[in-house]
């Protein structure tokens, strides 16, 4: 697929159609792999790469990518292709200046996902279809691509493509991967479960904001957690209160907008299962004012914001609802 | 906390009204001579929809045992549509301090017009009540708020 | 000194003979199978991971550490000094690269004015080290001379088959043994050094074994002009990891909290050059943009920090930021372009 990839961005470069092209770079070893701008057709030829580890959502970049001179080709995953839409929904992107390829995904993995079935020492990884080889210091191990896949590719919601001016590839479906099952989980668990559950999971958070700063949806010029007027400066939790206040906002300010493509839990060093409380919003506005998935359309309108005049749930739905 | 500490303690509660049917209400109760309970403390907002999440969060790190919002009837929001946008938004946010622990019954939304005196002392007799039953906030307090 | 062991085992007997005296931090898993420090208990064991996520820094820096209240009533304003002795502790396995980042902090805690909350930490904590069997691809201590084999500390220890080896290498360290006599028994010196010659041989087949840093304090200038940082830290996303994780990363921002009633508590928390409120003054921040930052925090450890410390450099090769990074930008690919330039 690589070389496929390679070729077709070589050909729309030569011909004019775009100026530099956003991709993944090759990095040390097979999987630390870099978000890149490939301004040449040698550069692209030397060091573009695609595999199983380009797990990054490149539609964050396109914000400032698509301010620039020219139009940039940029490769899109199903996933990242909701977040390019939503994007495209609050006028965060110039649609003119970019030019789309959606590409196949079976899933991805990544280094640490590899380093959690206990691999170290990770010198090379071969793909074999879904079959990867790990030559490691210690030996070589074959493990199948569906074992270490990284958990939001096991609950992936959609294998199809939203937004994209070409194809490459199969497109896929809206998949039913059980991306709930986890929060009604805790939905069932007491009020006090579910309270050190989150504490045992915040209390390992190091706010280095990672999460905040790789979400395509949050795309504030300020965040309030930066912004020393804000009265919500903040720069590390002292308690359980800040802990849980700073990933309460982080949520609730995408919530409506969040594509659900996973980066957050992604990217947290400490494995914090962010993704639980964007996908609780997902779940509470699915059930309480239809269906939405925020980018399957370019101009949606988030249920946050988009109220009904008559027969909206009431606030006091959730002591009915919610587990004591 | 001790159990001594325990007999005397008495909710905190916050509540916040909206300018124009709300804290009207609340005037009104006032110039009826109804009583409400003290534990009530108003803070007075334009319009409901001006509560941002970080209000009822900063409400509970500073001590208060619950926090209840109140605005005009939907349909009857001085601007048109704010109290809507209010529904949405703190049906969302009380679900996810369900979600995260703390007690759903710690925070409401309840819609009192200025000419709802002896209503609003109901809701907020109603509302001490469940408070004192749940007991004091452990779950969103910044100790370091303590008063001491 | 001489060498002592005791069966793997039976660790826990050494833990809990330790434990009755002062508090002993190792490294545990959490449920997902990521080692951070804690405080030993009746039935924790020491993580097989081959290091923590979080760095040893934070036994003498902690992330939020509390430094003076005040009060005020009416007119009058009380400063309560809230610093406290440290008590004795044990630092449990703690890994070459961690040992070293503590030397590297000292420079700057323990230099003139001296920071008394770290010295009181420092003076009270023992740490006991361990040697790395299974170094990863991500490892590139040797880079900057440090011995993942003999990871120095005040009792260097090495897991050599089913037993667990020691040896004190200072004071404190034959403290430590001489409280812990009773569970150990002495050792064979050739088992270590075996072990010690095993582990030289895998450091130096990780993919990272021949880096080497490149001298460039009489080049300051060139590399901070280097054009090569715009390409670098194009697509850094300006997040903190790289520096919470890391050993080293000593910066800190010293902010106040109201906590109302007239209360007020001063504190210091970890601050990242990554940020873009990092050092910021009324004037506006020194650097305004992520390139400025991203390079700040590269030279800082590579060049500024070595000409103020005869050359140490102020990375360990620990790999946690070559892990932990969510666009895998590292130091490491730092260095290496770094010297394609040179």
Redesign the interface.
């Known amino acids: 697929m690589q070389a496929e990839l390679i070729k077709r961005a070589t050909e729309l470069m030569e011909d004019g159609t775009v100026n530099r092209v956003l991709g993944w770079q090759k990095?040390?070893?097979v999987?630390?792999?870099?978000?890149?701008?490939f301004t040449s057709v040698e550069d692209l030829k030397e060091n573009f790469v695609y595999n199983a580890f380009c797990g990054?959502n490149l539609s964050?970049?396109l914000r400032a990518e698509s301010e620039k001179e020219g139009k940039v080709l940029v490769f899109l995953k199903p996933c990242d292709t909701y977040s390019f839409n939503q994007l495209l929904t609050e006028y965060k992107i110039h649609r003119e200046n970019v030019y789309v390829i959606g590409i196949e995904c079976n899933g991805k993995t990544s280094?640490?996902d590899l380093?959690?079935k206990g691999i170290?020492?990770?010198?090379d990884v071969e793909e074999n279809g879904d079959e990867l080889t790990v030559r490691?210091?210690?030996g070589d191990e074959k493990v199948s691509l569906k074992d270490v896949e990284s958990y939001r590719c096991a609950t992936c919601k959609s294998r199809k493509h939203v937004a994209y001016d070409e194809l490459i590839g199969e497109d896929g479906d809206i998949l039913d991967s059980h991306r709930f099952d986890q929060?009604e989980e805790?939905?069932k668990m007491s009020?006090?479960?579910?309270?050190?559950?989150?504490?045992g999971e915040f209390s390992?958070c190091?706010?280095?904001?990672?999460c905040?700063?790789?979400c395509p949806a949050c795309t504030c010029e300020?965040c309030v957690f930066?912004n020393?007027d804000s009265?919500?400066y903040n720069?590390?939790?002292?308690?359980?209160?800040?802990e849980?206040?700073f990933h309460?906002?982080r949520?609730?300010h995408v919530?409506g907008r969040c594509t659900d493509c996973g980066?957050c839990s992604?990217?947290c060093?400490?494995?914090i299962p962010l993704h639980l409380?964007n996908r609780?919003?997902i779940k509470?506005?699915d059930a309480?004012?239809g269906d939405f998935m925020a980018g399957a359309e370019v101009g949606q309108m988030s249920?946050?914001?988009d109220?009904?005049?008559?027969n909206?749930?009431?606030?006091?739905?959730?002591?009915k609802g919610?587990a004591? | 906390m001790s159990v001594n500490e325990n007999k005397d303690w008495e909710p905190k509660i916050i509540a916040i009204c909206c300018n124009w049917c709300s804290y009207s209400g609340a005037d009104l109760a006032g110039t009826n001579r109804l009583s409400y309970p003290a534990n009530v403390k108003i803070i007075r907002v334009p319009c409901s929809c001006r509560v941002n999440?970080?209000f009822v969060?900063r409400a509970?790190?500073r001590g208060a045992d619950g926090v209840i919002l109140c605005g005009c009837h939907?349909?009857d929001c001085h601007y048109s549509?704010g109290n809507?946008?209010t529904?949405?938004?703190?049906?969302?946010?009380?679900?996810?301090?369900?979600?995260?622990?703390?007690?759903?019954?710690r925070?409401?939304?309840e819609w009192v017009s200025a000419a709802e005196g002896q209503r609003f002392v109901d809701v907020m007799d109603g509302f001490v009540k469940t408070i004192t039953e749940l007991g004091p906030n452990r779950?969103?307090?910044?100790?370091?708020c303590k008063q001491n | 000194m001489a060498v002592f062991k005791i069966p793997y085992a039976d660790l826990g007997k050494l833990f809990a003979a330790v434990s009755a005296s002062e508090k002993l931090y190792l490294p545990v898993d959490?449920k997902?199978?990521?080692a951070?420090f804690e405080e030993w208990e009746e039935g924790k064991e020491m993580s097989k991971q081959?290091n923590t996520?979080?760095s040893a820094k934070d036994f003498f820096f902690p992330?939020?550490q509390p430094l003076v209240k005040f009060r005020r009533e009416d007119k009058k304003v009380d400063i309560i000094d809230i610093r406290e002795e440290s008590e004795d502790f044990v630092i449990f396995g703690a890994k070459a690269c961690d040992v070293r980042s503590f030397d590297v902090l000292d420079n700057v805690f323990l230099a003139e004015p001296v920071d008394t909350q770290y010295k009181t930490r420092r003076e009270h904590a023992t740490i006991v080290s361990l040697a790395c069997n299974?170094?990863?691809?991500?490892c590139f201590c040797g880079t900057f001379g440090i011995d993942a084999a003999k990871p120095a500390g005040d009792v260097e220890s090495w897991i050599i088959g089913d037993d667990f080896y020691m040896e004190p290498v200072t004071d404190k360290g034959q403290a430590f043994i001489d409280k812990v006599k009773d569970v150990v028994a002495e050792g064979d010196q050739a088992a270590v050094d075996g072990q010690i010659e095993k582990i030289r041989t895998?450091m130096g087949?990780?993919?990272?074994a021949d880096l080497k840093p490149v001298d460039n304090r009489e080049k300051e200038l060139e590399v901070f002009n280097s054009p090569k940082w715009d390409e670098l830290s194009?697509?850094c996303?300006?997040?903190?990891?790289c520096?919470?994780?890391c050993p080293t990363c000593q910066c800190f921002?010293i902010?106040d909290?109201n906590a109302g009633y007239g209360n007020v508590e001063r504190?210091r928390?970890?601050?990242?050059c990554m940020?873009?409120?990092f050092t910021?003054m009324a004037a506006g921040t020194p650097r305004k943009t992520q390139k400025e930052r991203f390079r700040q925090r590269f030279m800082h450890k590579l060049v500024y920090y070595p000409i103020k410390n005869d050359g140490m450099y102020s990375c360990v090769g620990c790999g946690r930021c070559?892990?932990?990074c969510?666009?895998?930008?590292?130091i490491?690919?730092v260095m290496?372009t770094l010297e394609e330039d040179a």
């Open positions: 990095g040390q070893f999987y630390d792999i870099t978000p890149a701008v990054d964050k970049y280094g640490e380093k959690k170290e020492g990770i010198l490691t210091i210690y929060v805790i939905e009020a006090e479960e579910r309270f050190n559950f989150w504490r390992r190091i706010r280095c904001n990672a905040r700063n790789v300020k930066d020393y009265g919500l720069k590390a939790a002292e308690n359980t209160f800040e849980q206040c309460i906002i949520a609730y919530a980066e992604r990217v060093p400490e494995h409380l609780k919003f509470d506005y309480l004012y249920p946050v914001v109220f009904t005049m008559d909206d749930a009431e606030p006091s739905v959730v002591q919610g004591e | 999440p970080m969060l509970f790190q939907p349909g549509t809507y946008h529904r949405r938004r703190m049906t969302l946010l009380f679900s996810m301090l369900n979600y995260l622990g703390i007690e759903s019954a925070t409401r939304v779950r969103l307090e910044d100790l370091r | 959490n997902l199978g990521q951070n081959l996520v979080r992330q939020i299974r170094p990863a691809e991500t895998i087949k990780l993919p990272l194009s697509h996303l300006g997040c903190g990891a520096t919470f994780v921002d902010e909290f504190f928390c970890w601050d990242s940020y873009n409120e910021l070559l892990r932990k969510p666009i895998q930008m590292n490491v690919k290496k």
